[in-house]
């Protein structure tokens, strides 16, 4: 199949697909006469794989670390297991720092419960007075913000 069939297939987008080749998780299709790619089941089967990782939140560096364990069906498994449990940890950490961000947004909105105009806006001056304090404290106090929390 081609690669836009391969991306209508599995629902990835055709940057999303060059891109998996360029960093080396989706092998190199063969070309046919027109010079075009030509992706088979074993592109689409991987490709799947990988979107099950992303879904799972997994760098891709662990998905790769995955494959590579992958395309060694008789290796020992324990290694999957250590790198599992590790991206455990770092959901768990992250989840505790989005409760954090949650009691930080629900404090800031608890700053403004009724509408006014926006000189007086309690969240806005709550942001203003935050950043101040912050840019006081020095880089090194940036806050909580979980990167990677936005789709």
């Known amino acids: 199949m081609k690669i836009s069939e391969l991306a ?4 990835t987008p055709v940057d999303t ?3 998996y080749e360029r960093e080396g998780l989706l092998p190199e299709p063969a070309r046919d ?4 790619r030509v992706y088979g ?3 689409a ?22 494959l590579a364990w992958r395309d060694q069906p008789d290796a020992d498994c324990g290694a999957v297991n250590d790198l599992l449990d ?4 770092h959901i768990a950490t992250r989840i505790r720092e989005l409760r954090a961000l949650e009691k930080q947004l629900k404090a800031l909105r608890a700053q403004c419960r009724v509408v006014r105009d926006t000189a ?7 942001m203003a007075r935050a950043s101040a304090d912050r840019s006081l404290a020095g880089p090194s106090d940036l806050g909580t913000h979980v990167h990677g929390a936005h789709r």
């Open 86 to 89: 590790e991206h455990i940890g």
């Open 120 to 126: 007086h806006c309690g969240i806005l001056t709550g």
């Open 33 to 36: 006469g027109n010079n075009y």
């Open 45 to 66: 089967e991987r490709l799947a794989f990988i979107r099950q990782g992303r879904g799972l939140d997994m760098s891709l560096n662990e998905i790769r670390t995955l």
């Open 17 to 19: 697909i060059r891109y």
């Open 8 to 11: 209508q297939a599995t629902g």
């Open 41 to 43: 089941a074993e592109h």
